[in-house]
């Protein structure tokens, strides 16, 4: 049954754009770190909290600061954002952090912070992918530094790998992720390298595994990463027993959560919205008293809903499909869905529909069936 919207979480997600230097395979909004330049923004951000808290909002149950380079704000910034703000008692914040930053100083600040949950952009434990994806730091580091992070109390900590780089094979991946699963981690989310044409990667676009090879790629990974305990809970992602990402879950089960900083998007009581993705027009809509910022014309809420919740390895529900759009999901798509079960690609459920394991890979073409 679906939860009303006085009990739906609510969350907040916060841009931070700065990075050290910008890694070559990136399409975030991302600017060169300056302190000034940071100290400024971080200004801003302050005052679009001031705006929120006027507007009243109800308590946050996830908060998550990912950018660009979040780690790069002081502990103090962290603290005075948060500072104030009505919060569940048991509220989920979450740290992006380049592992280049772990030190016992840096942890020292942190700790001092309501910061519970990290999430390290590792990427990879293979020395020549991180050179390649021009990552400041050394795969050789990083068991020193996790180390580092459990002495300083993080029991939450989830990394990021990245798959199908130019002339990976099965076995590379394999290694690698063999290196990742003798970590102690919580969470780890698989992302495949994308080049788009735009990309400065653009040259090596062939020497992109194919499809076959890509596709193997991504299902070994599942089933490895599942066989050391950890159970996949959405296309990308895997967590261990209760360590699922509750800030990302909102955004998969359509749930409200608050934008700030430039290029943040939002979604509020059924308004997708982006802020700005520039400074001045970021500044300029803070000026004006505004707190959401550009609606997306384009935004069709139930293809959204449809789009995010055949994510989840749970499916769909139905029922909560029917309770926010006030119509059957099934009602018209009888002859699609049979066709898609027919080739093993989507399975009903008890009131749910759910993509097969082997329709996760192509989920986009699955889904866009079905819309
Ligand atoms: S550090 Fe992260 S956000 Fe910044 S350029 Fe590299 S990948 Fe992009």
Same mark, same amino acid.
């Given at each position: 049954?679906?939860?009303?919207?006085?009990?739906?979480?609510?969350?907040?997600?916060?841009?931070? +754009?700065?990075?050290?230097?910008?890694?070559?395979?990136?399409?975030?909004?991302?600017?060169?770190?300056?302190?000034?330049?940071?100290?400024?923004?971080?200004?801003?951000?302050?005052?679009?909290?001031?705006?929120?808290?006027?507007?009243?909002?109800?308590?946050?149950?996830?908060?998550?600061?990912?950018?660009?380079?979040?780690? =790069?704000?002081?502990?103090?910034?962290?603290?005075?954002?948060?500072?104030?703000?009505?919060?569940?008692?048991?509220?989920?914040?979450?740290?992006?952090?380049? +592992?280049?930053?772990?030190? +016992?100083?840096?942890?020292?600040?942190?700790?001092?912070?309501?910061?519970?949950?990290?999430?390290?952009?590792?990427?990879?434990?293979?020395?020549?992918?991180?050179?390649?994806?021009?990552?400041?730091?050394?795969?050789?580091?990083?068991?020193?530094?996790?180390?580092?992070?459990?002495?300083?109390?993080?029991?939450?900590?989830?990394?990021?790998?990245?798959?199908?780089?130019?002339?990976?094979?099965?076995?590379?991946?394999?290694?690698?992720?063999?290196?990742?699963?003798?970590? +102690?981690?919580?969470?780890?989310?698989?992302?495949?390298?994308?080049?788009?044409?735009?990309?400065?990667?653009?040259?090596?676009?062939?020497?992109?595994?194919?499809?076959?090879?890509?596709?193997?790629?991504?299902?070994?990974?599942?089933?490895?990463?599942?066989?050391?305990?950890?159970?996949?809970?959405?296309?990308?992602?895997?967590?261990?027993?209760?360590?699922?990402?509750?800030?990302?879950?909102?955004?998969?089960?359509?749930?409200?959560?608050?934008?700030?900083?430039?290029?943040?998007?939002?979604?509020?009581?059924?308004?997708?919205?982006?802020?700005?993705?520039?400074?001045?027009?970021?500044?300029?809509?803070?000026?004006?008293?505004?707190?959401?910022?550009?609606?997306?014309?384009?935004?069709?809420?139930?293809?959204?809903?449809?789009?995010?919740? =055949?994510?989840?390895?749970?499916?769909?529900?139905?029922?909560?499909?029917?309770?926010?759009?006030?119509?059957?999901?099934?009602?018209?798509?009888?002859?699609?869905?049979?066709?898609?079960?027919? =080739?093993?690609?989507?399975?009903?459920?008890?009131?749910?529909?759910?993509?097969?394991?082997?329709?996760?890979?192509?989920?986009?073409?699955?889904?866009?069936?079905?819309?």
């Amino acid at each position: 049954m679906e939860q009303n919207l006085q009990t739906r979480p609510l969350g907040l997600y916060l841009h931070i +754009p700065w990075c050290l230097s910008h890694c070559r395979y990136c399409n975030f909004f991302t600017l060169k770190y300056g302190r000034k330049a940071a100290e400024a923004y971080y200004r801003l951000l302050l005052s679009e909290k001031e705006l929120y808290l006027a507007h009243g909002f109800k308590e946050l149950s996830t908060i998550y600061f990912g950018g660009g380079t979040p780690s =790069l704000l002081s502990a103090e910034q962290i603290s005075e954002l948060i500072a104030g703000l009505p919060l569940t008692p048991d509220v989920e914040i979450t740290l992006e952090l380049n +592992p280049i930053q772990i030190s +016992p100083d840096f942890l020292q600040k942190l700790s001092s912070t309501p910061i519970n949950r990290l999430s390290l952009g590792l990427q990879s434990m293979l020395e020549h992918e991180l050179s390649y994806l021009d990552r400041q730091h050394k795969a050789s580091d990083i068991p020193a530094k996790i180390k580092l992070l459990r002495e300083f109390g993080y029991k939450n900590i989830s990394a990021d790998l990245i798959y199908g780089l130019p002339d990976s094979t099965l076995e590379s991946v394999k290694q690698n992720l063999n290196l990742f699963l003798a970590l +102690p981690l919580e969470h780890i989310s698989c992302y495949l390298l994308e080049i788009h044409d735009d990309s400065e990667l653009i040259q090596d676009r062939k020497r992109i595994p194919s499809d076959e090879l890509l596709a193997a790629q991504y299902h070994t990974i599942r089933r490895t990463i599942q066989t050391a305990g950890f159970e996949q809970y959405e296309i990308s992602n895997f967590a261990r027993p209760g360590y699922q990402s509750r800030h990302n879950l909102l955004y998969w089960q359509g749930d409200d959560y608050l934008a700030w900083g430039a290029s943040a998007c939002g979604y509020f009581q059924g308004l997708r919205y982006q802020n700005p993705a520039d400074l001045d027009s970021y500044q300029a809509m803070l000026e004006s008293g505004k707190i959401f910022g550009r609606a997306d014309p384009q935004a069709d809420a139930e293809a959204d809903y449809i789009m995010m919740a =055949l994510r989840l390895l749970q499916g769909m529900d139905l029922a909560t499909f029917k309770s926010r759009f006030g119509h059957d999901f099934v009602q018209g798509r009888e002859v699609k869905l049979a066709q898609l079960s027919k =080739l093993g690609l989507i399975e009903p459920q008890a009131g749910h529909i759910r993509l097969t394991p082997q329709a996760l890979f192509i989920s986009n073409a699955v889904i866009a069936e079905l819309l």
